[in-house]
Nanobody, 124 residues
Framework: VQLQASGGGLVQPGGSLRLSCVVS????????IGWFRQGPGKELELVSC?????????YYADSVKGRFTISRDNAKNTVYLQMNSLKPEDTAVYSCAAELHPRCPLRAREYDYWGQGTLVTVSS
């Protein structure tokens, strides 16, 4: 099982980035995929999650609601995180994780598979 996150970079406040998480070695359609982040001196935080349930349950942290959008393309084995109106406090290493649970576990320890992180830096 491999999760490959990409798309990070340096962006100015108010800018946008789209992160991608390409998943291989498991049937993506059956897994919830979460995007986590860890900023400097901060704890690991669940930013967003898209479930695999029939209603495709979606979770967003309060800090990103209205600015971030998660989507999944099972045919491409990829989950995306569109990040708009970025703020300096969004600076963090972003990682994707997978769990065989349809309804988006909220705790990091519930996820079995993790990808490496991609660094997002929001700065002028």
């Amino acid at each position: 099982v491999q999760l490959q996150a990409s798309g990070g970079g340096l962006v100015q406040p108010g800018g946008s980035l789209r992160l991608s998480c390409v998943v291989s070695g498991l049937g993506l359609a059956y897994y919830s995929i979460g995007w986590f982040r860890q900023g400097p001196g901060k704890e690991l935080e669940l930013v967003s999650c898209k479930g695999s349930s029939s209603d495709l349950i979606t979770y967003y942290a309060d800090s990103v609601k209205g600015r971030f959008t998660i989507s999944r393309d099972n045919a491409k084995n990829t989950v995306y995180l569109q990040m708009n109106s970025l703020k300096p406090e969004d600076t963090a290493v972003y990682s994707c994780a997978a769990e065989l649970h349809p309804r988006c576990p909220l705790r990091a320890r519930e996820y079995d598979y993790w990808g490496q992180g991609t660094l997002v830096t929001v700065s002028s």
